[in-house]
Protein backbone atom coordinates (compact mmCIF):
# COMPACT_ATOMS: atom_id res chain seq x y z
CA UNK A 1 0.00 0.00 0.00
CA UNK A 2 1.17 3.25 -0.94
CA UNK A 3 0.35 6.41 0.29
CA UNK A 4 0.85 10.26 -1.60
CA UNK A 5 4.16 11.57 -1.33
CA UNK A 6 3.45 14.45 0.39
CA UNK A 7 2.61 12.00 3.57
CA UNK A 8 5.09 9.64 2.95
CA UNK A 9 7.21 10.52 5.95
CA UNK A 10 4.00 10.73 8.29
CA UNK A 11 4.26 9.45 11.83
CA UNK A 12 2.86 6.01 11.90
CA UNK A 13 -0.30 5.22 14.09
CA UNK A 14 -2.27 2.59 14.87
CA UNK A 15 -5.83 2.83 15.64
CA UNK A 16 -7.63 -0.20 17.61
CA UNK A 17 -11.16 -0.84 16.38
CA UNK A 18 -12.28 -3.66 18.51
CA UNK A 19 -15.12 -5.64 16.12
CA UNK A 20 -17.90 -4.45 18.38
CA UNK A 21 -17.40 -0.53 17.30
CA UNK A 22 -17.32 -1.77 13.71
CA UNK A 23 -20.46 0.06 12.20
CA UNK A 24 -22.95 -2.17 10.18
CA UNK A 25 -25.17 -0.97 7.74
CA UNK A 26 -28.15 -2.78 6.72
CA UNK A 27 -29.67 -2.67 3.71
CA UNK A 28 -33.86 -1.13 4.08
CA UNK A 29 -35.13 -4.86 3.03
CA UNK A 30 -32.56 -6.05 5.37
CA UNK A 31 -30.90 -8.45 2.66
CA UNK A 32 -27.67 -6.70 2.44
CA UNK A 33 -24.79 -6.56 5.45
CA UNK A 34 -21.93 -4.42 5.04
CA UNK A 35 -19.23 -3.85 7.77
CA UNK A 36 -17.78 -0.44 7.44
CA UNK A 37 -13.92 -0.79 8.12
CA UNK A 38 -13.07 2.10 6.19
CA UNK A 39 -15.05 4.75 4.09
CA UNK A 40 -18.76 4.71 4.07
CA UNK A 41 -22.21 2.79 3.24
CA UNK A 42 -25.36 3.14 3.41
CA UNK A 43 -25.01 7.03 5.15
CA UNK A 44 -22.73 4.61 7.83
CA UNK A 45 -19.20 6.18 8.08
CA UNK A 46 -16.13 3.79 9.42
CA UNK A 47 -14.49 5.03 12.82
CA UNK A 48 -10.73 4.98 11.55
CA UNK A 49 -9.11 7.65 9.70
CA UNK A 50 -7.45 7.33 6.83
CA UNK A 51 -5.16 9.96 5.04
CA UNK A 52 -6.28 9.00 1.56
CA UNK A 53 -10.34 7.96 0.35
CA UNK A 54 -10.53 4.34 0.65
CA UNK A 55 -13.39 1.82 0.58
CA UNK A 56 -13.01 -1.10 2.78
CA UNK A 57 -16.22 -3.03 3.07
CA UNK A 58 -17.43 -6.27 4.43
CA UNK A 59 -20.55 -7.41 2.62
CA UNK A 60 -22.73 -10.18 3.19
CA UNK A 61 -25.51 -10.43 0.80
CA UNK A 62 -28.03 -13.11 1.30
CA UNK A 63 -29.34 -15.33 -1.80
CA UNK A 64 -30.56 -13.73 -5.17
CA UNK A 65 -30.25 -10.23 -3.34
CA UNK A 66 -28.43 -6.95 -5.02
CA UNK A 67 -26.71 -3.76 -4.15
CA UNK A 68 -25.26 -1.00 -6.04
CA UNK A 69 -22.57 0.87 -3.72
CA UNK A 70 -20.90 4.01 -4.67
CA UNK A 71 -17.17 4.39 -6.25
CA UNK A 72 -15.79 7.51 -7.44
CA UNK A 73 -13.97 7.25 -11.17
CA UNK A 74 -10.91 7.86 -9.96
CA UNK A 75 -11.08 5.39 -7.83
CA UNK A 76 -9.09 1.94 -8.08
CA UNK A 77 -10.44 -1.49 -6.76
CA UNK A 78 -11.41 -4.69 -6.43
CA UNK A 79 -14.24 -7.02 -4.84
CA UNK A 80 -12.80 -10.20 -3.59
CA UNK A 81 -15.36 -13.52 -2.66
CA UNK A 82 -14.61 -15.37 -0.03
CA UNK A 83 -17.77 -17.20 0.75
CA UNK A 84 -20.64 -18.15 -2.09
CA UNK A 85 -21.00 -16.62 -5.62
CA UNK A 86 -22.56 -13.92 -7.13
CA UNK A 87 -21.84 -11.43 -10.44
CA UNK A 88 -19.76 -8.09 -9.90
CA UNK A 89 -20.31 -4.74 -11.70
CA UNK A 90 -21.80 -3.68 -14.59
CA UNK A 91 -20.75 -6.75 -16.81
CA UNK A 92 -22.29 -8.78 -14.32
CA UNK A 93 -18.64 -10.97 -14.21
CA UNK A 94 -19.55 -14.13 -13.01
CA UNK A 95 -17.27 -14.57 -9.49
CA UNK A 96 -16.96 -17.30 -6.91
CA UNK A 97 -15.27 -18.10 -3.66
CA UNK A 98 -11.60 -17.46 -4.06
CA UNK A 99 -11.80 -15.06 -7.10
CA UNK A 100 -11.63 -10.99 -7.44
CA UNK A 101 -13.19 -8.65 -10.24
CA UNK A 102 -11.16 -5.88 -10.68
CA UNK A 103 -13.10 -2.70 -11.63
CA UNK A 104 -12.90 -0.78 -14.62
CA UNK A 105 -13.09 3.23 -14.40
CA UNK A 106 -16.54 2.64 -16.35
CA UNK A 107 -19.40 3.21 -14.03
CA UNK A 108 -19.82 5.69 -10.58
CA UNK A 109 -20.43 2.66 -8.87
CA UNK A 110 -20.11 -1.38 -8.41
CA UNK A 111 -23.42 -3.47 -8.86
CA UNK A 112 -23.51 -6.91 -6.44
CA UNK A 113 -25.46 -9.18 -7.24
CA UNK A 114 -25.90 -12.80 -5.02
CA UNK A 115 -26.28 -16.34 -6.22
CA UNK A 116 -28.89 -18.68 -4.51
CA UNK A 117 -26.32 -19.27 -1.62
CA UNK A 118 -25.41 -16.21 -0.87
CA UNK A 119 -22.36 -14.17 -1.05
CA UNK A 120 -19.69 -12.83 1.55
CA UNK A 121 -17.09 -10.44 -0.15
CA UNK A 122 -14.54 -7.30 0.52
CA UNK A 123 -14.71 -4.40 -1.62
CA UNK A 124 -11.43 -2.69 -1.14
CA UNK A 125 -11.15 0.84 -3.22
CA UNK A 126 -9.01 3.55 -3.02
CA UNK A 127 -7.88 6.91 -4.58
CA UNK A 128 -5.56 6.45 -7.64
CA UNK A 129 -2.31 8.31 -6.49
CA UNK A 130 -0.85 8.09 -10.16
CA UNK A 131 2.83 8.96 -8.68
CA UNK A 132 5.90 6.59 -9.35
CA UNK A 133 6.35 3.80 -7.31
CA UNK A 134 9.57 1.98 -6.18
CA UNK A 135 9.04 -0.84 -3.95
CA UNK A 136 12.05 -3.49 -2.53
CA UNK A 137 11.08 -6.05 0.15
CA UNK A 138 8.30 -4.57 2.74
CA UNK A 139 9.00 -0.74 2.18
CA UNK A 140 7.05 0.99 -1.06
CA UNK A 141 8.61 4.58 -1.60
CA UNK A 142 8.53 6.40 -4.60
CA UNK A 143 12.55 6.53 -5.57
CA UNK A 144 15.05 4.21 -5.38
CA UNK A 145 17.21 7.06 -3.25
CA UNK A 146 13.90 6.48 -0.37
CA UNK A 147 14.16 2.69 -0.56
CA UNK A 148 17.93 2.96 0.18
CA UNK A 149 17.13 5.50 3.09
CA UNK A 150 14.30 2.61 4.08
CA UNK A 151 16.87 0.43 4.07
CA UNK A 152 19.64 2.15 6.20
CA UNK A 153 16.67 3.31 8.99
CA UNK A 154 15.37 0.15 9.17
CA UNK A 155 18.85 -1.84 9.60
CA UNK A 156 19.92 1.32 12.22
CA UNK A 157 16.55 0.68 14.03
CA UNK A 158 15.15 4.27 13.61
CA UNK A 159 11.99 2.79 11.77
CA UNK A 160 9.58 3.02 15.20
CA UNK A 161 9.18 1.62 18.17
CA UNK A 162 6.46 -1.00 19.61
CA UNK A 163 2.87 -0.18 19.73
CA UNK A 164 1.79 0.39 22.85
CA UNK A 165 -0.57 -2.54 23.67
CA UNK A 166 0.29 -4.85 21.26
CA UNK A 167 1.20 -7.91 22.95
CA UNK A 168 -1.99 -7.32 25.01
CA UNK A 169 -4.14 -7.30 22.12
CA UNK A 170 -2.91 -10.22 20.75
CA UNK A 171 -3.37 -12.13 23.36
CA UNK A 172 -6.94 -10.87 23.58
CA UNK A 173 -7.37 -12.02 19.82
CA UNK A 174 -5.76 -15.49 20.80
CA UNK A 175 -8.21 -15.98 23.28
CA UNK A 176 -11.27 -14.66 21.83
CA UNK A 177 -10.63 -16.89 18.78
CA UNK A 178 -10.34 -20.10 21.10
CA UNK A 179 -13.59 -19.16 22.74
CA UNK A 180 -15.26 -18.78 19.87
CA UNK A 181 -13.97 -21.76 17.68
CA UNK A 182 -14.58 -23.89 20.81
CA UNK A 183 -18.59 -22.67 21.28
CA UNK A 184 -18.97 -23.46 17.61
CA UNK A 185 -19.46 -20.06 16.78
CA UNK A 186 -16.15 -19.63 14.67
CA UNK A 187 -17.61 -22.03 12.39
CA UNK A 188 -20.70 -20.36 12.40
CA UNK A 189 -19.43 -16.99 11.35
CA UNK A 190 -17.49 -18.18 9.44
CA UNK A 191 -19.35 -20.45 7.36
CA UNK A 192 -22.83 -19.23 6.58
CA UNK A 193 -24.00 -16.69 5.17
Known amino acids: CSIFVALKMTQPRYQDVPPARIPVAISSDGCVEAKVIAGNCMGIDATIDTHTAIHFIDFRLKPGSEFSHPIPSDHNGFFYVYLG?????????????????????????????????????????????????????????????????????????????????????????????????????????????
Open 85 to 193: QGNVGLNDLSVQEGQAAIFNHDGSSVKLRAGSKGMKGLLICGEAIKEPIARWGPFVMNTQEQIHQAFEDYQSGKLGRPIEGAEARRKATQQAKAAQQSSGRWQQDNQSL
